[in-house]
């Protein structure tokens, strides 16, 4: 009988929160934090999974909530109301932050409420404290996305929680729900995890434009612990991927491959990896599985998956991979890599003729056309090996914040963090803030790395060039040196390895900030 009495109380607990009043979709509120709801989408890269759907409720409970019933993220009127208070830009973020918070309880599944109706921003002192680690995730993992979306979370955040405090009445001292400052307290540790992390991913992604595969796997990995985007694993999985191909088996070099984060064809670096390429192409098939499990139609992974189907020797899925590629609608850049991709299946399933024509056409094409020559040498059984690569020369004419790195710097680190002990035993990444930058610096038992990430738009290169800087203008004051580009999410890298200078260039063609970098 108990059973049954506490079924009919959910049920009637159920039917008045759906009942209650939501803010049209057409309305000018619910549309702007529609708005910040896609951004975020839009940098976790989620196409896929089923998203909560976003309801703006008139009630005055929880703030914001996950509700896992009907899969809905809830933002409350009165929390919407203190952001659209505020200057815009502090509102979309504060906006940003809410819903990011609440989308971890989705994506972790961390449903308390007993009832089983989902999770929410406002809880009471035992539940608080009892999950206080998984609150302290949804704030790093929500001050992470908001960032990833162009969103600033430092300064917001405090400034949120003291209006909120105030909306809701909840004193400093209310009893039955944690204090402000002990909110504010995981709030703050959490924004300084999210700094960090996003500070580490950031510069995995210039360790990876610059070819420096280890130090970016070491730098993913890590930051893989905390959150997780499609992006992430990609930019992973594609990281392995291009690992292993300049680490072979065998001696000899193999196909040249259109990989999506365009590697150098110069194979160097020593092995920071233990495992053999078999294991290394096994990681990176598994991290481009869970970004597809995002976005099935992601054409980077999936070209990718191509290339490690092909060189663990699964033609049969590699082929399918590729024919399911076909079907989207392509540019005329991603056409010519499914081409190149359909030259190397054609010579590993022994039509030698068909792989040449392939190869021949693209061999005056701008970015694929080394890659189309090196694949007809191949063919031809004239492949190049490691040594017939001759590697630039370098010199490091930058010194942000009084740092030669063209030595070996003593650092005083603010952080220093332990890699994944399996993959990379005995290794480490100490992160240090500057005036002007930041630095990671990456220590192993075989060698180190160094990045350092210029972000402030008065610090400037031996050349004047700095952040705001046109693409145009920076090729133009450093035309007497050679570039390559790697493409972006957002944008795209521009990459002189003769002055170890990498510039991160913005939708808008212009310089968002740039790096230094060195190895010892």
Partial sequence: MIHIYTLIWCCLLATSLFAQEALPENHPDYQRALKVYQKLQYAIGDNNTNLPKLLILDRKERVAAYRRADRALIIEKPALEVCLAMQENEGDAAIAFMIGHELTHFYQDHHWDEAGFGTSFLVDQETFEQHVHDEAEAD??????????????????????????????????????????????????????????????????????????????????????????????????????????????????????????????????????????????????????????????????????????????????????????????????????????????????????????????????????????????????NSQTRSNFAFADWQIKDKIDGLNLEEEPKLKSDIKLELNKKLMPQSFLELTQLDNSYILYFHSTRRSAILQRITKSDAETTKGIHIGNSADYLKKKYSKYTYKTIQARDGYFLIYENVRLIFKINSKDRIEEWAIYSNY
Avoid at 183 to 210: D, P, T, W
Avoid at 243 to 261: C, G, K, M, R, V
Avoid at 317 to 332: D, G, I, R, W, Y
């Fill in 140 to 381: 790093t993992y929500g001050a992470f996305v908001m960032n990833l979306a162009g969103y600033q979370s430092k300064a917001i955040i405090p400034k949120f929680l003291d209006k909120i405090y105030k909306t809701y009445q909840l004193s400093d001292k209310l009893a039955g729900y944690p204090s402000l400052e002990k909110r504010k307290g995981v709030a703050k540790k959490a924004e300084a995890r999210s700094q960090e992390l996003i500070h580490i991913y950031k510069s995995a992604n210039y360790f990876m434009a610059a070819q420096k595969y280890g130090e970016a796997i070491g730098a993913y990995q890590y930051v893989l612990k905390f959150v997780r985007t499609k992006e992430l694993y990609s930019n992973l999985g594609a990281t392995l991927l291009a690992y292993a191909i300049e680490h072979p088996d065998q001696a000899s070099t193999n196909f040249a491959y259109p990989l999506e984060l365009e590697p150098k064809t110069s194979l160097r670096s020593e092995a920071l990896l233990f495992g053999n390429q078999q294991m290394n192409l096994n990681r990176a098939i598994q991290k481009l599985k869970h970004a597809l499990e995002y976005d099935p139609d992601y054409f980077a992974a999936n070209l990718n998956l191509v290339c490690a189907y092909d060189l663990v020797g699964n033609y049969t899925v590699a082929h399918q991979t590729l024919q399911k590629l076909e079907q989207q609608h392509l540019s005329p850049q991603q056409v010519s890599k499914l081409m190149l991709m359909k030259g190397i299946l054609a010579a590993r399933n022994g039509r030698k003729p068909e792989a040449q024509e392939k190869f021949e056409a693209l061999q005056e094409h701008k970015s694929l056309g080394k890659l189309a020559q090196q694949n007809l040498l191949k063919l031809a059984g």
